[in-house]
């Protein structure tokens, strides 16, 4: 398994306030791989990054054999990778079918995207069934479902996701969790950003912890759950069990 996504040595700063230390990170072909971390460790700076919103003042972002660091943001979801940002950014007066379609933009291949979209809605049934519906109307598990949805109608090699279970009510967490699963078995490699350790961890096959900018820790998911300092940190401690 080669890397399909691969982070050398960013240093990010916004001002002159420093982000990412030395940053390095690979996302393998087929993978879920979770980057866990506390508030203001520079998660989200992360996925900007990855994304073009936010260029490092130094390090490297190899996508698919080729260095995308400080592309535009276009070229580099036309490279394959798709985004389901932190809450979600949909066009919340838009219906679902319209959101859907607009991440099908950057294609000009009209009976791939007509295939995609049966494909998409077949994965998310809910969302079939809604798709006159405007978007900011439906609940916060469903726009969560309805942005992956929209993320895959790009065809993506990679998804990057940031929080994706945010907010969302207990059945829907297990839903979304399921769904990535699903996305992931189709064989989209995910990208996922958690403060949710456990839960993360329990569907990636590699975590990544992030402190300060810095990596902290890293490992196979299952190490990673039965690792004391993930569960001081992250669990709760020994009262998890
Ligand atoms: N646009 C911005 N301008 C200035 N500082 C920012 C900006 N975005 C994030 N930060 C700061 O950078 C640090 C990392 O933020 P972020 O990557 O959003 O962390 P996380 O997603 O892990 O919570 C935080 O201290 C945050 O306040
Ligand atoms: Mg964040």
């Given at each position: 398994m080669s890397a399909l996504l691969e982070l050398q040595g960013l240093n990010s700063f916004y001002g002159p306030v420093q982000v990412h230390f030395e940053l390095?990170?690979?996302?393998?072909?087929?993978?879920?791989?979770?980057?866990?971390?506390?508030?203001?460790?520079?998660?989200?700076?992360?996925?900007?990054?990855?994304?073009?919103?936010?260029?490092?003042?130094?390090?490297?972002?190899?996508?698919?054999?080729?260095?995308?660091?400080?592309?535009?943001?276009?070229?580099?979801?036309?490279?394959?990778?798709?985004?389901?940002?932190e809450a979600r950014r949909l066009f919340p007066a838009m219906t679902v079918r319209e959101n859907l379609l607009m991440g099908a933009y950057a294609r000009s291949d009209k009976p791939g995207i007509a295939a995609d979209e049966a494909r998409v809605l077949a994965l998310f049934p809910r969302l079939a069934e809604r798709l006159a519906q405007r978007a900011g109307t439906m609940s916060g598990g469903e726009q969560q479902m309805l942005a992956m949805a929209r993320a895959l109608m790009g065809r993506p090699k990679l998804i990057c996701m940031d929080e994706p279970t945010m907010g969302l009510s207990p059945l829907f967490v297990d839903r979304v969790l399921e769904l990535i699963q699903a996305?992931?078995?189709?064989?989209?490699?995910?990208?996922?950003?958690?403060?949710?350790?456990?839960?993360?961890?329990?569907?990636?096959?590699?975590?990544?912890?992030?402190?300060?900018?810095?990596?902290?820790?890293?490992?196979?998911?299952?190490?990673?759950?039965?690792?004391?300092?993930?569960?001081?940190?992250?669990?709760?401690?020994?009262?998890?069990?």
């Open positions: 390095s990170l690979e996302v393998r072909q087929g993978q879920i791989v979770c980057l866990l971390g506390g508030n203001a460790s520079g998660k989200s700076t992360t996925m900007k990054s990855i994304l073009g919103l936010q260029r490092p003042r130094s390090g490297s972002i190899r996508f698919d054999g080729a260095d995308i660091t400080g592309l535009p943001t276009p070229r580099i979801i036309r490279r394959g990778i798709g985004s389901v940002p996305i992931n078995r189709e064989g989209v490699t995910v990208f996922m950003v958690e403060q949710n350790a456990s839960l993360a961890l329990a569907i990636a096959h590699h975590g990544y912890v992030l402190q300060a900018g810095r990596i902290a820790l890293q490992g196979a998911a299952g190490d990673l759950l039965q690792d004391h300092r993930i569960r001081d940190a992250y669990l709760g401690g020994a009262a998890t069990g």
